[in-house]
């Protein structure tokens, strides 16, 4: 299994739990099923499953580090075979429903029918329709170009194009010229895309569930209306802190680009530095604090003490010692990509990897001695430990708690990377005062608070199309409306239902629920914070590092090691102590920011 960082066009996770069902198949009405036939079936499943998810991982790596056709073709064709697998099982396992069986065996039985994101009908010609279409709007989507002048090649943009102008430009004709140009991309998907939301329906119904979003919300542990009003309380929480950091940000932003910033409305959508406004970084030099800088860089210290790629990971490696966490095995060392190579193209894009489901954990880099490549590797191997903690469970639950808990726990990792941090492993001669955290806290909001809305609102678009509550002639209009409510942000022009604005965002044409990131970005400051606890931090959680602490890795450990095996409200108390996520850690985690924000914001109009 490989774990890709996501928030990136293109990046891709595959683990079983995302795959789509690409075959058909009929239910067999064979003999009644019996508990001894389940038990059988689950052996053979999880066998079956490693040993198909060993080869498509095998598979992978290779073709990621030597990109050829013929490696590609390799890697497709072991991706299509667990593919089929999981679509096969997951239908076979509905044949148990009825069946009394020890609890293990039941989650894993019901882990299996909800391991799909897609459906196929039963019906043949609807099954093979379905997977045309489902690959033809992927493919769209990565085909997607915009052409300024269409008569002249070089003027054609992709999205890693776009997403360079919109984080460089702070010319606004231009930022919106480019949002408009990117947004062409997808009308074209907008039938296809109302034609499989009806037959994946189809298929999520002959499955038992009331329709593919119900499908989707069904893999938390809970009863799916009960999910939905959870996350609604979870924004709630956070909701007061991010509609500040929209009213600082418009106020720069305003002082920046005049009236094309409305004074007290909604932000205009091209003009954060991201194509979908999901994350503000770049907007930072445009409002960053005075004297806040941290008054030193982590990648000119990396750069003058001429710390090698090997070393950053070394590193990494011993954070998670540190916690008490057994070193990575030798093939680790062996086996990882640490260093672009210089005779061939290779994906560079940061990837944490699983071949064997056991030890042999890899990371897949090519590290650059900076601040933001010594974090990506705190992270990455947050995923590698992960991997390995969970690897006694059976295949089934080999993986995080729900689909949120995996980044969150790099992520939560990547936030002991403190400047006290820095000064106990000898990188840093002292750390800044506090005076300068405001800095710090506003990069990390610009990233993280930012996203918030975003994450909670692409698949609270799609459970409405899929349930039906949003027909095709409003796609458009049900999108801005959540844009609006949600991020307070609005298109820079008027979007006509000519348009399907959705669609430029990868993730809807391909088919991947997004839920996991919004819950990743809660999570990840729960996990930080109890940790820290238990690690006796006594400073402001912001300053916190786990580093060295025994107690904080203990309690880590006890919840990786679960893997999947149990609800996932379990696996958050073994880590934090209560079986609810919670929020309120967010607002810790900035409160001094949110105090700052609220001097900054003195007379000016919150909200939009
Ligand atoms: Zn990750």
């Given at each position: 299994?490989?774990r ?16 789509a ?8 009405t ?21 040993k ?5 991982a ?8 030597f ?8 890697d497709?064709?072991s ?10 099982y997951a239908k076979?396992?509905a044949?148990y429903n009825s ?5 293990d ?11 799909l994101?897609?459906v196929t ?5 609807e099954?093979?329709e ?10 769209a989507?990565g ?5 300024a002048d269409?008569?002249?090649p ?7 194009d ?7 430009s ?9 949002w408009?140009?990117?947004h062409?991309?997808?009308?074209p ?7 499989f939301?009806d037959l994946s329906?189809?298929?999520a ?15 938390y542990?809970m009863?799916?209306?009960d999910?939905t009003k ?7 929480q956070v ?11 418009r106020m720069?932003?305003?002082a ?27 907007v930072?030099?445009?409002?960053s604090p ?8 982590l ?9 090698a790629?090997?070393?950053?990971v ?22 990882s990509l640490?260093?672009r190579?210089?005779?061939r193209?290779?994906v560079?894009?940061a990837s944490?990897?699983?071949?064997d489901s ?9 590290i650059q ?5 010594f974090?990506?590797?705190?992270h990455e191997?947050?995923?590698?430990f992960?991997?390995r ?11 995080s ?13 990547a936030?002991?990377?403190?400047p006290e941090y820095l000064?106990?492993i000898?990188?840093?001669?002292k750390?800044?005062?506090a005076?300068?955290?405001?800095g710090?806290?506003m990069?990390r909001?610009?990233?993280k608070?930012a996203?918030?809305?975003f ?7 799609r459970w ?11 796609y458009?209009?049900?999108?801005w409306?959540?844009?609006?409510k ?5 298109p820079?022009?008027?979007r006509s ?13 391909d088919?991947?629920p ?5 819950l990743?970005h ?16 006594k ?5 916190c ?7 904080a ?5 006890a919840m ?7 609800p996932w ?10 079986k609810q996520?919670d929020a309120?850690?967010i607002?810790?985690?900035f409160?001094?920011?949110?105090k700052?924000?609220?001097e ?7 909200g939009?």
């Open positions: 299994m490989r890709l960082d996501e928030l990136v066009p293109g990046g891709l996770v595959l683990a079983l739990s995302i795959l069902a690409a075959c058909g198949g009929s239910e067999t064979a003999a009644p099923k019996s508990a001894d036939d389940a038990k059988q079936f689950l052996t053979n499943v999880n066998n079956t499953m490693l198909l998810g060993i080869e498509a095998q598979a992978g790596w290779v073709a990621q580090n990109i050829t056709e013929d490696t590609e073709a390799l497709a064709h991706n299509q075979q667990v593919i089929e697998a999981v679509a096969r076979e396992a044949a069946i009394q069986v020890p609890p065996a039941r989650r894993q039985l019901d882990l299996l029918k909800l391991s994101v897609m009908p039963s019906d043949p010609g099954a093979t379905l997977t045309r279409i489902a690959s033809g709007l992927r493919s989507y085909r997607g170009k915009w052409c269409p008569s002249k070089q003027s054609c943009m992709n999205i890693d776009i997403t360079k102008v919109m984080a460089d702070r010319n606004e004709p231009e930022l919106r010229k480019v408009e140009g990117w062409t991309i997808s009308p998907m907008r039938k296809d895309y109302a034609r939301v329906n189809k298929g119904k002959e499955l038992g569930f009331v329709d593919t979003g119900a499908m989707w919300r069904q893999k542990d009863p799916a209306d999910f959870e996350l609604d309380r979870l924004w709630d909701r007061p802190l991010y509609v500040k950091l929209h009213a600082y940000v720069k932003l305003r920046k680009y005049g009236d094309a910033v409305p004074q007290d409305g909604p932000l205009p959508a091209h003009l954060l530095g991201n194509i979908w406004a999901q994350d503000w970084s770049n930072y030099p445009l409002v005075a004297n806040a800088d941290a008054g030193y860089s990648t000119d210290i990396l750069k003058r003490r001429k710390t790629p090997l070393d950053m070394k590193i990494g490696e011993r954070f998670y010692t540190s916690l008490g966490f057994a070193p990575l095995p030798e093939t680790f060392w062996k086996r640490f260093v190579p210089q005779d193209d290779v560079c894009h944490a990897w699983d071949i056991e030890d042999d954990v890899r990371i897949k880099m090519c001695p900076t601040e933001e490549d974090n990506t590797i705190h191997l947050g995923h590698n992960y991997q903690a969970y690897k006694a469970q059976p295949v089934i639950f080999r993986d708690a729900n689909d949120g808990f995996h980044e969150a726990i790099g992520d939560a990792i936030l002991s990377v403190t000064v106990r000898g990188l840093l001669d750390a800044p005062d005076s300068r955290d405001i710090l806290l990069t909001a610009l990233e608070v996203f918030l809305p994450g909670l609102l692409i698949d609270q678009w409405k199309v899929f349930a039906g509550e949003v027909q095709p002639a409003n458009n209009k049900a999108w409306d959540l844009r609006l949600y991020q307070g942000v609005a820079p022009s008027p239902e000519d348009f399907f604005d959705p669609g430029a965002k990868y993730h809807v044409p088919n991947t997004y839920t996991r990131y919004f990743a809660i999570l990840q400051f729960q996990f930080h914070r109890a940790l820290s606890q238990a690690a006796g931090c400073g402001p959680v912001h300053r590092s786990i580093y060295e602490s025994k107690e890795g203990q309690r880590l450990n990786l090691t679960m893997g999947l095996s149990r409200p379990e696996a958050l108390e073994a880590l934090t102590g209560s996520m309120s850690a607002l810790d985690y409160a001094p920011l949110d700052w924000l609220d900054q914001l003195k007379g000016q109009k919150t939009w």
